[in-house]
T-cell receptor, first 114, second 113 residues
């Protein structure tokens, strides 16, 4: 069966520090991968998605970047965090090219920038 | 651009009552509509979905209806229980985009015992 791992679960970082969040998927090949951010009590904002190694699409301009160095690994990064980067970050995967089929989300990383 | 609107943003019901959440979508090419439930501090989880070739789908106390002509779909929860309390998100796929989903802004459902 497929599983998705995301870490760390919680993170407190000072303003201006770098960030690296990692997500890996097991039990499937060639998945679509996604990074979402959720502010407290708010909806799901799509940050990045990837349909293959090295292929990254950005939905909104921001202080963040994403990379996909391996088929089942998706990394979210920042060189210098801002206070506004605080939130709940969710990685998700779906079957590539199916057009339908739900997302499976990771357990999330709660990031607090202080 | 494509959009999914979800109403209401908050919903409070008594235990045992029914709850209905409604969504409208703008992309007429959308053909897949999932619903997610997110409990406090946890990840969203798929609870039911419907494809455009079906008008209604049921799974125990949960049902989803789809009106393609009007471009709206709804989640119905019957005999609500306190454990149904959560934030519910509807979504529609963005046709031609590798299946990317567009999410509604969520409905916070509170079921009072």
């Amino acid at each position: 069966s497929q599983t998705i791992h995301q870490w760390p679960a919680t993170l407190v970082q000072p303003v201006g520090s770098p960030l690296s969040l990692e997500c890996t998927v097991e039990g499937t090949s060639n998945p679509n991968l996604y990074w979402y951010r959720q502010a407290a009590g708010r909806g799901l904002q799509l940050l990045f998605y990837s349909v293959g190694i090295g292929q990254i699409s950005s939905e909104v301009p921001q202080n963040l970047s994403a990379s996909r160095p391996q088929d089942r690994q998706f990394i979210l990064s920042s060189k210098k965090l801002l206070l506004s980067d605080s939130g709940f970050y969710l990685c998700a995967w779906s079957v590539r090219g199916l057009g339908f089929g739900g997302y499976t989300f990771g357990s999330g990383t709660r990031l607090t920038v202080v | 651009g494509e959009n999914v609107e979800q109403h209401p943003s908050t919903l409070s019901v008594q235990e045992g009552d029914s709850a209905v959440i409604k969504c409208t979508y703008s992309d007429s090419a959308s053909n897949y509509f999932p619903w997610y439930k997110q409990e406090l501090g946890k990840r969203p989880q798929l609870i039911i979905d419907i494809r455009s070739n079906v008008g209604e789908k049921k799974d125990q106390r949960i049902a989803v209806t789809l009106n393609k002509t009007a471009k709206h779909f709804s989640l119905h929860i019957t005999e609500t229980q306190p454990e149904d309390s959560a934030v519910y998100f509807c979504a529609a796929n963005r046709a031609g985009s590798q299946g990317n989903l567009i999410f509604g802004k969520g409905t916070k459902l509170s079921v009072k015992p």
